[in-house]
């Protein structure tokens, strides 16, 4: 009986997924970009080497080249939006990115961080290696004025929950993480014991928030008493010399973090449960991704350092459908079908009773490599219950060939070979 309830459940929730998890929908044709920001499921907007704004989803986009650079970008309606970036600049714009003004910040440093709680009051973070930035305007950026949190590092990035309550992260090779209470008038240290940059930080409430950055690798950090104190969660992500560089959540479970090498290649993570747990999410060429935002749990955007702009509608999880309610009694990959294709094919696997100590079902990876050996995607990456399934995988960015596609768990490997004709 229990196995058929878990599957009757599994179908259920494959029910709603109408989007294979991340596609690219657009590109800016940038070599540098940094932010993405949407105010509404179709208004969007995106920043870096240029700055870009969508009316229909991220689809299409009109976007010119910005000089100086912009790092982040941030809108409080539709048509109100403030960017910063190197050499102090900052532009307001207040019909929907169509134009953009200078505002005067009175530094030339990088501002790297930005954030407003309405039309009128908002927080700028940056700073050199050993200066930090930070600026307060309450009038829209007509004017703005130094705050200081008593640090002598650089700060990353800025995140309000009110008029009075806030948090700033950064230093470029310790941790720093300090609150305020009064909107910045006064900032305490509320630094917690491991030593990584932090390069984003995201509340939900007063209390819950999560902060990402490097320490040789991404790691993710969590607090449930306001920043007094704080837990890793996550450590040693995408390999050395790496890190996250955005981090958003959408309600106390569902989060997503993204990041990587800085140049080209990287991805973003998901958490259904916290911060418990963090899996990896299929983006197609695993690129390097500085900037995601969210709607809800299942509506998010990203962009690429290169400038492409990704969507999904299912929350990043790949489609995968049960499609039978006999428990097979071992594990199998089949043949893809069709084979060869263009531009999409379906993979079905068996997952069998599992082993102790998987009694109750374990992990079960499906990934997609070239003829060389290379990790091109991962398919699947999450625990599945016995059963059989069937996942579908669009490879309209990758070119004519042979690939492999591996299904591995913590007591089998199996491979396949299919072949991309265009």
């Excluded at 505002?103 to 930005?114: I, K, Y």
């Excluded at 379906?346 to 997609?368: A, M, Q, Y």
Aim: net charge neutral.
């Amino acid at each position: 009986m229990s196995k058929r309830i878990t599957f009757i459940l599994l179908l259920f929730t494959s029910s709603l997924y109408s989007q294979n998890g991340w596609q690219q929908v657009s590109s800016l044709g940038s070599s540098m970009m940094s932010s993405v920001f949407f105010v509404t499921d179709s208004v969007g907007f995106a920043a870096g080497d240029k700055v870009g704004y969508t009316t229909n989803g991220g689809y299409n986009w009109v976007s010119n080249y910005s000089s100086p650079r912009k790092i982040s970008v941030h809108f409080v309606n539709p048509t109100t939006g403030w960017t910063c970036g190197i050499t102090g600049s900052i532009q307001k714009t207040t019909n929907g990115g169509v134009s953009w003004v200078s505002q005067t910040s009175g530094v030339t440093d990088v501002l790297n961080g930005l954030f407003f709680v309405n039309e009128n009051t908002g927080w700028i973070t940056g700073g050199d290696f050993s200066v930090e930035k930070l600026l307060k305007t309450t009038n829209g950026g007509a004017n703005w004025f130094l705050q200081s949190t008593g640090t002598s590092q650089k700060l990353f990035d800025v995140f309000f929950v009110n008029e009075n309550t806030g948090w700033v992260v950064g230093n470029a090779s310790s941790q720093k993480i300090y609150k305020t209470t009064n909107g910045g008038t006064n900032w305490f240290n509320q630094t917690s014991g491991s030593t990584p940059a932090l390069y984003s930080v995201y509340f939900i409430n007063e209390n819950t928030g999560w902060a990402c950055g490097t320490y040789g690798s991404g790691v993710i950090i969590k607090t449930t008493n306001g920043g007094t104190s704080w837990t890793t969660q996550l450590t040693g992500w995408f390999g050395s010399g790496t890190g996250f560089f955005c981090i958003h959540f959408v309600n106390d479970s569902v989060g997503f973090a993204s990041g990587g090498n800085g140049s080209n290649s990287g991805g973003i993570a998901a958490t259904t449960n916290g911060g418990l747990n963090w899996f990896a999410e299929a983006i197609s060429g695993n690129p390097h991704v500085p900037g995601i935002f969210f709607r809800n749990a299942l509506t998010g955007w990203a962009i690429s350092g290169n400038g492409n702009i990704f969507k999904t509608t299912t929350g990043g999880m790949t489609f995968i459908s049960p499609i039978s309610e006999n428990v097979p009694s071992s594990f199998k990959l089949y043949q893809n079908y069709p084979n060869p294709f263009n531009p999409s094919t379906k993979i079905k696997f068996d997952i069998g009773t599992p082993l102790p100590p998987f009694s109750k079902g374990g992990t079960v990876t499906l990934k997609v490599f070239d003829i060389l050996g290379k990790e091109i995607v991962t398919l699947v990456n999450e625990q599945l219950s016995p059963g059989t399934y069937e996942v579908e995988w669009d490879a309209s960015d990758y070119p004519s060939g042979v690939y492999f596609y591996k299904l591995f768990s913590a007591n089998y490997n199996l491979y396949k070979r299919m072949l991309i004709i265009k």
